[in-house]
RNA sequence: GGGCGCUUAGCUCAGUUGGUUAGAGCGACUCGUUUACACCGAGUAGGUCGCAGGUUCGAAUCCUGCAGCGCCCA
């Protein structure tokens, strides 16, 4: 560390000791090593998708992994830390299909599945490795040796073995449903994949004849209500002819009239002038009105009970006859009758609650659109090939030329968005795979409900069965899982109380193929398939849920050699469906005809089982016996449905234990302005250039410091500037010491620079390095700073407060220790080499001053206090800066006495530094009172620039002060006050006198004076004084009326009372102090 | 509609179980290049703790109601 430079440059320091980390082998995990006396401590990486760039959040999530894991490994455990990547089906597929179109102009379909999957894997190849590397970048202690891809072969094993166990036990299965379709990727959703959106539209209102009508005589139109027109539109002015010619009136029902002004006028049947009798729909889609297959209303409706069991005209198509357009009107508890006008049109495939009203009612499904989000023929000839959104408006259009538009009017309702391409989804019937969650009762169990750390209270889950609790699902104290901030375990519980079956299978080609095979059962060939299939097992098959055989029969061939057979059948035709993870056997099923199911499982169906299929799993390994249950999980509450909910029940289906125990929630990342960070905004800024222009150390720390425990954070460069202005302060604090011990402070004559190192090492045997007779106020005082700053940093991080801790690590090294205690430690290391001239004044009432030799022990001793105090500092520091600190450690010398394995090699590695114990205490005579005694002292300091301040000194000004004490002071104390204060002087007299008007301060040491020759300020010495007299005035009035009051003196406990009555002493000192300067500056 | 969170200095946030003058960083202003650091030091200003009630000797803190903002679920 020669030469040091004046500023930290990060640029040179941290690719260095990332590539040493990496050479040594400092992140790699043995599980060999894990003992009883070094447990295993373990973390798996949420996998970012194998594409991505490095973001904001990747930041705040990594960083805070990185630093659990540096933690543990220097509270000694043997850390894993497991990272990879994810296949992210969707958004890869999407991409590379964005760049095939861009670069080829063809689709995906153009070059054929094989094809486009091998662009897939190019792609990945290409771009694969990019986060990784930023990971690396950012500090990341991962162990690379293990980095997993959700698509290994082994992981694709994996997921394959999974299906197949869960299809085999019935929780897997086909089923034609509605589900969310993505008209953009054409491919079906989870539900979690869904958003709502706010979406500003139309509510359209529509007549419709009743076919039947006129009813009766009874029901024709009241004399004198013609004229009963709809408001004008203004501009679709069309409306108002759609009403003409025939004017509508409303019937004599009593339904309509509790209804508003405009609704009552559209709600209930109405008549025109020939008895026709028409129904008002509202609906916000015209464009389905062709695939409308009934209108439904409430039966208790008395608007419209009456008509049940007749028909209506639908208007669309508008080509088709009337006579094929009659679609009856039905009763259905679950129409809202004050909805709309409470005439529901009933669309069953294009709407959930329609199709299960459809299915109450048997309609028929009328499916009106393309897969892409196009009509199709069934829609009528002009909405034919239209997009959905066009054939909206065209709809509307038809409407109102047949007369038909009652009413358009905007309307904002929530609509469903293909969370990945941004659009509306479109619901759809269609056939997919669907999951039934397993183990979903131990899942629930085991996350800790009551906000009690001490999980003294856990909720008692109710389970069939008469199961009391934990103990009988084999859930002991230690399997309880807790999360971080608490409250999303209430988000979770009922999100898994409400949980619905997961369709798994996505119209994608990326990703993990889904393991089934299909033969139509007309095909005769599929009875005599390899010896094993035959007509008889087949008809065991046929009303049986499933068949289980082996087909190749070969022992330990495959790991599995069942075959589960399932007959579908009811709506299309019948399928013979065969699921087997052995290539063996899926080979012998095509050979014999079968064909491979298409689709690909989402996403997540693999990211599930992630904790343990990066493991090693199914086999026992080391690594799974060790590291699983992981320690700690760290993500963003996005996913807790995707991810976090689903692994907690894949790993106790698989692994029969929950997968960890306790989950960190991070906040989002937002911008200034409280934005989410995306890419078309164009507000997240780009990690990578952050760390080239600040450090990855300054990133990480102003992350974490701005980063409070499950609150949002706001993100702002500045807090990164912070992080970089830190990390040169310590960088520079350093320099110091350093400066110290080539300036010769060294303790003995002849001693040598690495022995004058290993003198200043403290680490271990610390004891013998500082002497505690030579401890002034001031190394006592930052002692016990640094044990209350390791207390809280060490508690904060236990409980996952990362910015809590970073504050206090910048406040106690910031503030306490370059602030006031090295500024301090100049009285010790810099006494002699400048005149001493400030302690001479005070040599009559002081004892006599050190002789040489004593005062370079002196500073050999201070220096031993700053290697202590740094030497814990950059262990301390070590999780958030990793770069800095390990530099550091080097140059500073402190990993010389280290053993290897101890700090030796790496700061890695180094003991976390624990609070002392009694017996150290004991030794330095660190007794709190010296808190007490130093802070009285930087109070006299402060106390002294503030009237620095009211002479209107320049700070760089030498002055003299003068301190009359009220108590002793020794010499030692009244250098680091004449210091503090840049003061030329500093004049100890318990008989001041003070000349008229001199600027003085009442201080817990005593009065402070500054002595001037008649320069001040009298009207601003007379201002500052008064205001300080109101200000006390204004407490002791506050803490005097209190004390007055028998109701507090009476009630309230004795400390307290004590503290009061202290204070009120307090306050009356200053009072008279603050006077009887005031009176000197009057006469 | 249900649930959760937030509201404290110009900005971003601390404030533990109620108990001194409600704190910090940034920003602003003033002064200063004193031999670690101008990526610095010293100082100053700035808050009726969202609003209204209540409990209490005492409320930013506990309770009730209201308002605004945000998120999740339906």
């Not at 106790?652 to 937002?670: A, D, H, K, Q």
């Not at 807090?719 to 080539?742: H, I, P, T």
């Not at 050190?850 to 002196?858: C, G, H």
């Not at 004076?1009 to 601003?1020: K, M, N, R, S, Y």
């Amino acid at each position: 560390m020669n030469e040091i430079p004046k500023a930290y440059e990060p640029q040179s320091v941290e690719d260095k000791w990332y590539a040493f980390w990496l050479e040594h082998g400092c992140f790699t995990a043995d599980p060999a090593r894990v003992t009883e006396q070094r447990p295993a401590y373990s973390i798996v990486i949420p996998p970012p998708n194998v594409t991505g760039v490095l973001h904001m959040g990747h930041v705040l999530n990594n960083t805070i992994q990185d630093i659990l894991a540096r933690k543990a490994r220097m509270d000694g455990k043997e850390v894993l830390w497991l990272p990879g990547t994810d296949h992210a089906g969707i958004a890869t597929e999407s991409m590379v299909a964005k760049q095939l179109s861009k670069e080829e102009k063809k689709s995906k379909r153009d070059i054929g599945r094989e094809e486009f999957l091998k662009r897939v894997w190019t792609w990945k190849e290409k771009h694969g490795g990019i986060i990784i590397a930023q990971l690396k970048k950012l500090g990341c202690s991962c162990d690379w040796t293990r980095e997993r891809f959700t698509m290994d072969p082994e992981y694709v094993r994996n997921v394959q073995r999974v299906f197949v166990d869960l299809y085999k036990k019935g929780l897997i299965y086909r089923g034609k449903r509605m589900v969310n379709w993505c008209p953009a990727t054409q491919t079906a959703l989870s539900d979690e994949e869904v958003e709502m959106k706010p979406q500003k539209g139309f509510m359209y209102h529509f007549k419709v004849e009743v076919a039947e009508s006129p009813l009766t005589p009874a029901l024709s139109p009241a004399a004198g209500e013609r004229e009963n027109r709809r408001p004008s539109l203004g501009k679709t002015g069309g409306v108002e002819n759609a009403v003409s010619p025939t004017s509508l009136s409303p019937l004599p029902l009593g339904g309509g009239e509790g209804q508003g002004e405009g609704e009552a006028r559209l709600a209930g049947p109405l008549a025109d002038s020939e008895g026709r009798i028409w129904l008002t729909i509202a609906t916000t889609r015209p464009e389905t009105i062709p695939g409308d297959t009934a209108v439904a209303v409430n039966p208790k409706d008395p608007r419209y009970a009456h008509l049940i069991g007749k028909h209506i005209v639908r208007p669309l198509p508008s080509e088709l006859p009337r006579e094929q357009k009659l679609i009856p009107i039905i009763g259905d508890e679950h129409v809202d009758f004050e909805f709309g006008t409470g005439v529901l049109k009933v669309t069953p495939a294009h709407d959930k609650a329609d199709f299960d009203i459809g299915q109450r009612h048997k309609l028929p499904v009328v499916d009106i659109m393309n897969p892409n989000g196009t009509m199709n023929p069934l829609a009528g000839r002009p909405l034919d090939g239209l997009d959905r959104f066009k054939a909206r408006k065209v709809a509307v259009e038809l409407l109102r030329e047949q007369g038909a538009l009652v009413e358009e009017k905007p309307y904002e309702n929530n609509i469903g968005f293909s969370q990945r391409a941004d659009v509306p989804i479109e619901p759809r019937l269609s056939e997919q795979w669907f999951l039934k969650y397993p183990a979903v009762e131990p899942s629930k169990a085991c996350v800790e409900q009551s906000d009690d750390p001490e999980g003294r209270v856990t909720r008692v889950p109710k389970l069939a069965g008469g199961s009391q609790g934990l103990a009988e699902l084999g859930l002991p104290r230690n399997k309880i899982m807790r999360f971080h901030p608490h409250r999303w375990a209430k988000v979770y519980d009922h999100w898994l109380t409400n949980i619905q079956d997961w369709c798994i299978s996505r119209q994608l080609w990326w990703g993990h193929r889904i393991p089934v095979w299909y033969f139509p059962l007309s095909n005769k060939k599929a009875f005599t398939l390899g010896n094993v299939i035959d007509e008889t097992n087949v008809a065991r098959v046929n009303g049986k849920h499933c068949y289980t055989t082996s087909l190749s029969g070969l022992p330990g061939h495959e790991t599995n050699f069942d075959i589960t057979m399932s007959l579908a059948g009811g709506w299309d035709q019948r399928i013979l469906f065969a699921a087997t993870e052995s290539k063996k056997e899926a080979s012998i099923l095509e050979g014999n005809g079968f064909t491979q199911d298409p689709d690909v499982l989402d996403t997540w169906f693999s990211s599930w089982l992630w904790p343990f299929a990066t493991m090693g799993w199914p086999e026992p390994t080391e690594t799974l016996k060790k590291f699983y249950p992981t320690t700690d999980l760290v993500t963003a509450p996005e996913i807790i449905f995707f991810w976090v909910a689903r692994m907690i029940m894949a790993g106790y289906e698989y692994m029969g234990e929950l997968p960890f125990r306790n989950v960190y929630f991070t906040g989002i990342v937002r911008d200034k302005q409280g934005r989410k960070m995306s890419k078309s905004l164009g507000n997240s800024p780009d990690p990578l250039e952050l760390i080239a222009k600040y450090g990855a150390d300054a990133i990480r720390f102003g992350t974490m410091r701005s980063a409070p425990l499950g609150q949002d954070v706001m993100f702002d460069e500045k807090d990164v500037e912070l992080g970089r202005n830190f990390c040169n302060k310590l960088w520079n604090a350093c320099r110091f010491r350093q400066m110290q011990s080539s300036a010769g402070v060294s303790p003995a004559p002849g001693s040598e620079q690495e022995e004058s190192r290993r003198d200043a090492c403290p680490t271990f045997e610390v004891q013998g390095e500082i002497n505690p007779s030579l401890l002034t106020s001031d190394d006592k005082w930052i002692l016990l700073k640094l044990n209350d700053a390791i207390r809280e940093i060490s508690d904060a991080l236990a409980t996952y407060n990362f910015s809590t801790a970073a504050q206090a690590l910048y406040r106690f090294f910031w503030n306490e220790y370059c602030d006031w205690y090295v500024e301090a430690s100049k009285a010790v290391l810099f006494s002699g080499s400048r005149g001493d001239e400030a302690q001479t004044d005070e040599s009559e009432t002081s004892p006599s001053l050190p002789t040489s030799a004593a005062t370079e022990a002196r500073k050999a001793n201070t220096v031993a206090v700053i290697d202590f105090v740094l030497s814990h500092t950059l262990r301390l520091f070590h999780p958030f800066l990793p770069f800095i600190t390990e530099e550091l450690w080097h140059g500073m010398g402190y990993s010389t006495d280290m053993p290897e394995q101890q700090g030796g090699r790496t700061i890695m590695n180094a003991p976390w530094p624990k609070p002392f114990d009694q017996e150290f205490r004991d030794a330095y005579s660190l007794d709190e009172c010296y808190l007490g005694f130093a802070n009285d002292k930087y109070e006299v300091v402060t106390q002294g620039r503030n009237l620095r301040r009211v002479g209107n000194i320049p700070a760089g000004k030498k002055v003299k002060f003068v301190l009359q004490p009220s108590r002793p002071i020794l010499p030692h104390d009244a250098e680091v006050i004449r210091i503090l204060l840049n003061a030329e002087a500093i004049e100890i007299n318990e008989s001041f006198a003070a000349r008229q008007g001199t600027p003085t301060a009442h201080t817990p040491l005593g009065e402070l004076f500054l002595p001037l020759e008649g320069l001040i300020d009298v009207t601003a010495e007379k201002a500052r004084l008064t205001k300080k007299m109101e200000e006390y005035q204004a407490e002791l009035t506050k803490v005097a009326q209190k004390l007055a009051n028998p109701n507090f003196t009476q009630k309230v406990p004795p400390q307290v009372l004590q503290e009061h009555q202290q204070r009120l002493a307090d306050w009356q000192e200053k009072l008279v102090s603050v006077k009887a300067a005031l009176e000197a500056l009057d006469s």
